[in-house]
């Protein structure tokens, strides 16, 4: 299923450089001017040792194709070894993500972003927004599989709850230079930070996105942010029969189709649902 979603993601970015062009769209390109249709850029904020590189790379580049200027970066990546991002805590890579931001803007000239996240990018997604001073010039967050509430890694933290080791488990996560692992978890300090008052803030519009066969950010409903302005959605609300896991979100074109519609929702369409990785 991952090499059906590559071969048509392939396809996808092999003529985004050519339509965007035409198109006013852009993939990392600080000359892109946002369109009238398109007038907020698109920054993607990629998954826990990922980079901008990988993981969301295939949907900016659709997203470039159809007209967006889009953005990316890696963030909270080691000094010197820019490999893997997305270790750091996630309170050292908040201030990166705001200030790319801000980057964003004064290159493009528009007044707001759209953030588009994918597992802690999508927590980052919600949690910068909240705390980093910058909820002004968000105009939309797109959040798929946040561990908005704590995740429990498939279980295996709660695992380390009920044998009385979730400190000494903290301990080496944070040995191994994953400060976001120990953050994310149930109770972890940047959940807590997120959690503590509404996450939503005004005038930011909201959307969750989630897999129920989700096997990574467990138990999956704890992504869900259930307060006004937020809309949540499972992907099997839309194409019940989509198996996709965590990995594979971020690959999956019915999850593609779900974030556009909710990036420009006055031009919402329907869309044919295919089966997506269940890893």
């Known amino acids: 299923m991952v090499a059906g979603a590559l071969v048509l993601a392939a396809s996808l970015t092999t003529g985004a450089g050519q339509a965007s062009a035409g198109t006013g769209g852009g993939d990392n390109d600080a000359s892109c001017k946002p369109s009238a249709a398109h007038p907020y850029p698109v920054v993607l904020l990629h998954g826990l040792g990922a980079t901008y590189y990988e993981d969301l790379n295939f949907l900016q580049a659709d997203l470039a194709l159809k007209g967006y200027c889009t953005?990316?970066?890696?963030?909270?990546?080691?000094?010197?070894?820019?490999?893997?991002?997305?270790?750091?805590?996630?309170?050292?890579?908040?201030?990166?993500?705001?200030?790319?931001?801000?980057?964003?803007?004064?290159?493009?000239?528009?007044?707001?972003?759209?953030?588009?996240?994918?597992?802690?990018?999508?927590?980052?997604?919600?949690?910068?927004?909240?705390t980093q001073n910058v909820a002004a010039a968000v105009d939309k967050v797109v959040a798929l599989a946040p561990p908005a509430h704590g995740t429990s890694f498939a279980g295996l933290y709660s695992i380390a709850m009920a044998l009385g080791i979730q400190p000494q488990t903290q301990a080496v996560l944070d040995a191994f230079g994953c400060g976001a692992c120990s953050d994310l978890v149930t109770g972890g300090a940047a959940v807590t930070a997120l959690d503590n008052g509404p996450i939503a803030q005004p005038g930011v519009h909201y959307t969750v996105i989630t897999s129920r066969t989700d096997e990574l950010v467990t138990p999956t409903a704890t992504s869900f942010v259930n307060e006004p302005g937020v809309t949540n959605e499972y992907v099997q609300d839309t194409c019940p029969f989509d198996p996709v896991g965590h990995i594979g979100e971020a690959y999956d074109p019915n999850v593609w189709h779900l974030i556009e519609n909710a990036l420009d929702p006055q031009h919402a369409s329907g869309f044919l649902c295919v089966l997506g990785s269940p890893g």
Do not use: C
């Not at 970066?73 to 801000?102: K, M, N």
């Open 71 to 130: 953005f990316s970066a890696t963030y909270g990546a080691y000094p010197g070894f820019p490999l893997v991002g997305g270790l750091r805590q996630i309170s050292d890579s908040a201030p990166e993500i705001a200030a790319f931001i801000h980057q964003v803007l004064a290159e493009t000239g528009a007044p707001k972003v759209d953030l588009v996240g994918h597992s802690e990018g999508a927590f980052q997604a919600l949690y910068v927004t909240k």
